[in-house]
């Protein structure tokens, strides 16, 4: 597997909390990309990163943030989480010049 | 982007059978098509993928066909075993917008 760690692996918290999840990669990758994967809806990408404070938004990144202050780490953010961000959250890299992207092993949310 | 619609959402097989998963799409600017397995509680893996300016792709047991003018792709597995169970998601990518199926579960019975 490509050297991709997502912290927490699972995570528990109340409706109306901050919740930061982590993705660090060694592969020294430019591109990285936070996914959540729902039933029925595969995977959808929330935001991703084109380089060290670069980025742009995805297909669903209403009630999300992101931040890459450095090569290895993408960080999404739920300022106030809602039950309906409960899922499990993938981050995903890719080298530049190449469509492949490897995903990291998840992140396992759910919001009370 | 547009979405990606992919059928069916579940299938089964006898082991040693073929299976295909489709997916259509609706716009003209993707150019890559990978296929991704997914086991249970695992991370999604990329099994195989077909650019835009190839019609057919193999290994091994595992193929993939293109028609670009009709807008669909497939995955082929053939003499499946029961290890090939799992999820499959097919998805389309235009620069940076990748977008996936919503999933076929493949149950081979042995």
């Known amino acids: 597997d490509a050297g991709i760690t997502q912290s927490p692996r699972h995570k528990v918290t109340e409706t109306g909390t901050p919740v930061t999840l982590r993705c660090h990669q060694t592969?020294?990758?430019?591109?990285m990309y936070w996914y959540r994967q729902d039933p029925g809806h595969g995977l959808r990408l929330i935001h991703y990163?084109?380089?060290?404070?670069?980025?742009d938004k995805g297909e669903v990144s209403d009630g999300y943030s992101v931040s890459r202050s450095k090569t290895e780490d993408f960080l999404l953010t739920l300022e106030s989480a809602t039950s309906s961000q409960t899922s499990v959250y993938f981050c995903?890299?890719?080298?530049?010049?190449?469509?492949?992207?490897?995903f990291g092993a998840g992140t396992r949310l759910s919001v009370l | 982007g547009e979405n990606v619609e992919q059928h069916p959402s579940t299938l089964s097989v006898q082991e040693g059978d073929s299976a295909v998963i489709k997916c259509t799409y609706s716009?003209?600017?993707?150019?890559?098509f990978p296929w991704y397995k997914q086991e249970l509680g695992k991370r999604p893996q990329l099994i195989i993928d077909i650019r835009s300016n190839v019609g057919e792709k193999k290994d091994q047991r595992i193929a993939v066909t293109l028609n670009k003018t009709a807008k669909h792709f497939s995955l082929h597995i053939t003499e499946t075993q029961p290890e090939d169970s799992a999820v499959y998601f097919c998805a389309k990518r235009d620069n940076n917008d990748m977008r996936f199926g919503a999933g076929t579960r493949l149950t081979v019975k042995p």
């Open positions: 995903a890299i890719s080298e530049q010049g190449k469509n492949i992207q490897y």
């Open positions: 592969e020294n990758h430019r591109y």
């Open positions: 716009d003209s600017a993707s150019n890559y």
């Open positions: 990163s084109y380089g060290v404070k670069d980025t």
